[in-house]
């Protein structure tokens, strides 16, 4: 979508407005906002003309002018029906200098987890990747990965899903059923996030934040321990959520936000803290009570040998016969 049209949306977001008004606002001639208006409704957008002016009356179910369309977080959207990969787009955006952008794929077929594991994306989902350049060193990006897994478990939440996080990125359902962990609960994964970055030693050049959602999809596309939104309270507004993720996003990492805030929010709605962990690492493995996080991200977890900090691993909580 270009920006003409991206302003036409923008200026319609408030109510109706007269042709001239918009033509002013624009600094276009009316015959151009005559023509933007023509693509739009083409576009899917529902917009009448009445005699106080031009006027949306509904929205198409998703697609980058429809994510757009009341977004209150200064992202562009790029949206695809298909897409091997979202980070891998993003990537290539960010070597022509591109910023701020959000690439949106109604299907990945080639979508991968941490560690290069597969991550079946079908159609339904919640497929995005951020590619944003913020001003921190490259020790501080893991804060961004926790930003994001808060911002999923809020809008899931806002969805009615109870979901919670757990260290440092999966955010988790929690469900009753035969295989029940030490708290009498199973937990199944809604969502993933892979963040991926270039810099050098003092600065992010860019920043790739992939984030996964099973939103719209049916159980049975789904691999053993996943939920769906479907599964958990049927079908979401999948424009309406992916606007609520980009947008509590975009409150904790945006200008003046404090990462400290962000460890709060994701104390908040934190699964792991409390519960005994096994954390793999590159070099070992760390067994405890996971206690606590720490900027920019790190877990602290309390073992027979005293606390140990963990920067990054992969975390498995456990039930009293796993660490007997």
């Known amino acids: 979508m270009n920006d003409t049209r991206r302003d ?3 200026a319609l977001e408030d109510g109706p407005v007269e042709g001239p008004a918009l033509a002013d606002r624009l600094g276009v001639s009316r015959a ?3 023509k933007h208006i023509e693509f739009l409704r083409d576009a899917g957008f529902e917009i009448e003309s ?3 002016g031009y006027e949306v009356a509904s929205v ?6 429809a994510i757009e369309f009341g977004l209150d977080a200064p992202y562009r959207i790029e949206y695809h029906d298909r897409l091997p990969s979202t980070n891998d787009r993003a990537r290539e955006l960010a070597a022509d200098g591109e910023e701020d952008v959000v690439v949106v794929a109604d299907e990945q077929t080639g979508g991968r987890g941490r560690l290069d ?3 079946r994306s079908p159609a339904g989902g919640v497929w995005a990747s951020l590619l944003v350049r913020p001003r921190r ?3 501080e990006v893991p804060i961004y990965t926790l930003a994001a897994a808060v911002a999923v478990a809020r809008a899931a ?9 757990k260290w440092p990125n999966d955010v988790l359902v929690a469900a009753e059923d035969d295989g029940r962990d030490d708290a009498g609960r199973t937990e199944r994964k809604l969502s993933g996030i892979l963040t991926e970055m270039e810099g050098e030693a003092d600065r992010v050049s860019w920043l790739v934040v992939g984030i996964g959602v099973n939103a719209n999809v049916d159980a049975d596309a789904l691999p053993p321990g996943a939920t769906s939104l479907r599964a958990e309270v049927g079908d979401v507004d999948r424009r309406v959520f992916l606007q609520r993720v980009l947008e509590r996003f975009a409150e904790l990492t945006g200008e003046g936000a404090d990462p400290s ?3 709060d929010a994701w104390r908040e709605y934190a699964a792991t803290l409390g519960r005994r962990v096994r954390v793999e690492t590159p070099t070992e493995t760390i067994e405890g009570e996971a206690v606590d996080v720490r900027l920019p991200g790190s877990l602290v977890v309390r073992t027979d040998d005293g606390e140990r900090v963990v920067s990054a691993g992969d975390c498995e909580h456990l039930r009293p016969s796993d660490s007997e």
């Open 137 to 139: 060193p490259p020790a």
């Open 117 to 119: 594991r597969e991550w």
């Open 261 to 263: 805030d962000i460890l």
């Open 8 to 10: 036409v949306l923008a």
């Open 50 to 52: 009445a005699d106080d």
């Open 157 to 165: 939440r806002e969805a009615g899903v109870d979901a919670r996080i």
């Open 60 to 65: 198409p179910e998703y697609g980058a002018a």
């Open 32 to 34: 151009a906002v005559w």
